[in-house]
């Protein structure tokens, strides 16, 4: 089976730019995650969708962070406007069982200077 | 707030030598723990725990709970070069939704 898909795989702005990534989860996998990974960091949750709702966005900085999915299927995460901090992979994942991402995108590495 | 500690945060060993990478966890409703692999790219799923005691295995790779002192290890055997890796725990938190509450990592290094 096709694995999560993300682009753009990297992404260069400037701080104060607006940035968008896109996800392609697996076909039929009903959860959706947007992830973020600090250098040597693990993962942080920003959101999570079930189909094209939202079950958990506690920890997506909402004054700049915007995600959505509609129709149920591929998703983007969007930044207005980005701060230094936000350099980070951001990574998608899908699930189809209730217990947790197991099936992780390659990610996106933003850098924001 | 939950949190999840692994240790090492960096490990160097020699092929063949074998390893236990911890950790701990302090979550409300726990689900289940989970282990991954991280290369370069996307964490591959490794094991998911539940119960206490049962070791997990997959070839050199192996893994258990302990759910009363609240951590687990991962161990591997005879290990390669394409091992190096950094190695996450995360903890299935339930409450409500669904959220894995990630480790900070271990980095393994392999050298031949």
């Known amino acids: 089976e096709a694995g999560v898909a993300q682009s753009p795989r990297y992404k260069i702005i400037e701080k104060r730019q607006s940035v968008a990534f896109w996800c392609n989860p697996i076909?039929?996998?009903?959860?959706l995650y947007w992830y973020q990974q600090i250098l040597g960091q693990g993962p942080k949750l920003l959101i999570q969708?079930?189909?094209?709702?939202?079950?958990?966005d506690s920890q997506l900085p909402k004054d700049r962070f915007s995600a959505e999915r509609l129709k149920g299927v591929d998703s983007t995460l969007k930044i207005q406007p980005a701060k230094l901090e936000d350099s980070a992979v951001y990574l998608c994942?899908?699930?189809?069982?209730?217990?947790?991402?197991?099936?992780f995108g390659n990610g996106t590495r933003l850098t924001v200077t | 707030e939950d949190k999840v500690v692994q240790s090492p945060l960096s490990l160097v060993v020699h092929e063949g030598d074998t390893v236990t990478l911890n950790c701990s966890y302090e979550?409300?409703?726990?689900?289940?723990l989970l282990w991954y692999k991280q290369e370069k790219k996307a964490p591959t799923f490794l094991f998911m725990l539940?119960?206490?005691?049962i070791e997990k295995k997959s070839g050199r790779l192996s893994s258990i709970l302990d759910k009363k002192e609240l951590f687990s290890i991962l161990n591997i055997t005879a290990t390669q070069t394409g091992d190096s890796a950094i190695y996450l725990c995360?903890?299935?938190?339930?409450?409500?939704?669904?959220?894995?509450?990630f480790g900070k990592g271990t980095k393994l290094t392999v050298n031949p």
């Open positions: 995360a903890v299935d938190t339930q409450g409500g939704s669904e959220k894995l509450v």
């Open positions: 994942a899908s699930s189809s069982s209730d217990w947790g991402p197991n099936n």
């Open positions: 969708f079930q189909n094209n709702g939202v079950v958990d």
């Open positions: 539940t119960s206490s005691g």
């Open positions: 076909s039929g996998h009903a959860t």
């Open positions: 979550v409300t409703n726990f689900r289940s």
